[in-house]
């Protein structure tokens, strides 16, 4: 109930591409799901987060798509860029059980 | 605005001794979380602090680990004996309050290696 999965594991796209990264959860009490990068060294920073009443929020080259029924949602990065490299994470969040974290997805973007 | 404060940034110990780790949150941020990330995995919250007091603490080792927030401001985080397990990186967060509106901003970590 609390875990959140997630894939790939690791994802190399060239320069460009679009990357993409899935998450599914299985509680539905959820309703909030955010998406952070981590850069080597650092600690993790929120990029772009979506409520479940909505099925797609749009960041620049950041997109979530949020499947309620499915219990899934996804990252696109579109136009792809070696300085994204990085590890992303998404998270789920209710009130009372806080940020739950999936396992990350280490992106390489080959310039 | 700063941005949260860790140190050290790294800690070798030798098993069985103790460690403590040191927190100073955004200014305003009445919510800080610990969080431990092992090589490969997500965070994993260890105690999450409303001012000075426990709100969640349910995943923390507390027959080894504890943590306080004094004065609602800074925290340190205490392992005591350590296991080779421990190895991480510890992770401190603050949020304006509790509740999805508060993003959490975390720090760069504290990366612990247990021998």
């Known amino acids: 109930q609390q875990q959140v999965k997630q894939s790939p594991q690791s994802l190399i796209v060239q320069k460009g591409g679009i990357s993409i990264i899935n998450c599914a959860y299985e509680n539905t009490a959820f309703d909030y799901f955010p998406w952070y990068q981590q850069f080597p060294g650092k600690g993790p920073a929120l990029l772009i987060a979506i409520r479940p009443d909505v099925s797609e929020k749009k960041e620049g080259r950041f997109t979530i798509s949020f499947n309620k029924s499915a219990k899934q949602f996804s990252l696109h990065i579109m136009d792809s860029q070696p300085g994204d490299s990085a590890t992303y994470f998404c998270?789920?969040?209710?009130?009372?059980?806080?940020?739950?974290f999936g396992p990350g997805t280490r992106l390489s973007v080959l310039p | 605005e700063a941005g949260v404060a860790q140190s050290p940034r790294y800690k070798i110990i030798e098993k069985r001794q103790s460690v403590a780790f040191w927190c100073n949150p955004i200014?305003?941020?009445?919510?800080l979380y610990w969080y431990q990330q092992i090589l490969g995995q997500g965070p994993k919250l260890l105690i999450q602090?409303?001012?000075?007091?426990?709100?969640?603490d349910s995943q923390l080792p507390k027959d080894r680990f504890s943590a306080e927030r004094l004065k609602g401001v800074d925290s340190t985080l205490k392992i005591q004996p350590a296991k080779l397990e421990d190895s991480a990186v510890y992770l401190c967060?603050?949020?304006?309050?509790?509740?999805?509106?508060?993003?959490?901003?975390f720090g760069n970590g504290t990366r612990l290696t247990v021998t």
């Open positions: 967060a603050s949020s304006l309050a509790r509740g999805f509106n508060s993003p959490l901003h």
């Open positions: 200014s305003g941020h009445a919510t």
């Open positions: 998270a789920a969040y209710n009130y009372g059980q806080n940020f739950v």
């Open positions: 602090f409303q001012n000075n007091g426990v709100v969640d």
